[in-house]
């Protein structure tokens, strides 16, 4: 009925009507955005991804330059009321680091391949080489016998295994295999188990995830050189850090950083006794300045009046 009691109006009102009832709704839909924002807070929900509309590409036609051949053109091809504008540039395309290609390696070996349904009377020619790359892969298996001495109280001495292992009972080339393959590679470790298997590496899965995450002390430790040298031979430092989860916990992952190296590093404070700790690392240093020779004497006076 109030539509039809509408329909009687004039266009002007009409017209206004229709204006109030677009606010109406507009009003409503920023007051129900507010309402499932204060349900997720409440349920402890992700909050609504901020997802931005795609942009269109520029075009590569010449004409306008909004792209529209049917635009109308000046004396000099383009639009009378678009020509003050500044030109769209292209997006880099080159945003990775372009790598070289290998060298082709030389020959490890010549195989002689005969030559068929060669006619009488045929002068030999020489050969053409065809160089041809290949891969092997191929399993292994070493038996290292590990000394055994028995000393004169009963104690029991035995060799150790080549420290290359890292303790594990896998080759240093399939243990550099694994890690490159999972970190550089980013293969699940499902389906490098799955790969290990078909080539008949006897391993299982936690085994396998041994590999990936212990007896890696020396690229620990080649971080921590990264950033004493990075660092040392740097004339300026930036750095920065953002919210993360580490081992289960929230915390903070702070870098290091200018355009020679980059260190990171996961902590559970943010502070700035934090970043100077992991700027010193890996050691700690002090420093005794006038204020803290003053706020130890205080200390030091405190303690012996409270004691007496």
Same mark, same amino acid.
């Given at each position: ?41 409440? +349920? ?7 997802? +931005? ?40 395309? +080159?945003?990775? +680091? ?12 010549? $195989? ?10 045929? $002068? ?70 799955? @790969?290990? @298997?078909?080539?008949?590496?006897? &391993? ?50 702070? &870098? $290091? ?25 890996? @050691? ?9 020779? &003053?706020?130890?004497?205080? @200390? ?9």
């Amino acid at each position: 009925m109030a539509f039809l009691e509408h329909q009687q109006l004039q266009p002007e009102d009409l017209l206004r009507f229709i204006t109030q009832q677009q606010e109406q709704i507009i009003q409503l839909k920023e007051q129900i955005e507010l309402l499932e924002a204060e349900i997720r807070r409440l +349920k402890k929900l992700p909050a609504k991804p901020d997802i +931005k509309p795609n942009t269109k590409p520029p075009d590569d036609d010449t004409g306008s330059p909004d792209g529209d051949p049917s635009a109308p053109e000046g004396n000099d091809g383009a639009s009378p009321d678009t020509s003050s504008k500044q030109k769209v540039k292209k997006p880099n395309e +080159k945003t990775r +680091k372009q790598r070289k290609q290998p060298r082709k390696p030389s020959a490890e070996k010549s $195989i002689p391949i005969a030559a068929t349904d060669v006619p009488e009377g045929s $002068i030999r020619n020489g050969t053409t080489p065809f160089h041809v790359q290949e891969l092997t892969i191929q399993t292994s298996s070493i038996e290292y016998l590990l000394e055994q001495w028995v000393t004169p109280d009963g104690q029991t001495i035995t060799a150790k295994p080549p420290a290359s292992l890292h303790g594990h009972h896998y080759g240093p080339m399939l243990q550099a295999y694994v890690l490159h393959q999972y970190h550089g590679c980013s293969v699940t470790q499902p389906e490098l188990l799955d @790969w290990l @298997w078909d080539i008949g590496i006897s &391993i299982s899965s936690g085994e396998l995830s041994q590999l990936l995450t212990k007896g890696h002390e020396q690229f620990h430790a080649e971080k921590d050189e990264l950033l004493t040298t990075g660092i040392r031979c740097s004339s300026y430092i930036q750095t920065d850090d953002t919210g993360t989860r580490h081992k289960g916990k929230n915390g903070y992952c702070t &870098i $290091i950083n200018n355009e020679s190296f980059a260190w990171f590093e996961s902590t559970d404070s943010k502070s700035r006794e934090n970043f100077v700790s992991l700027l010193h690392r890996p @050691w700690s240093t002090y420093t005794f300045t006038d204020d803290a020779l &003053i706020y130890l004497e205080n @200390w030091i006076t405190q303690k012996v009046a409270t004691r007496s």
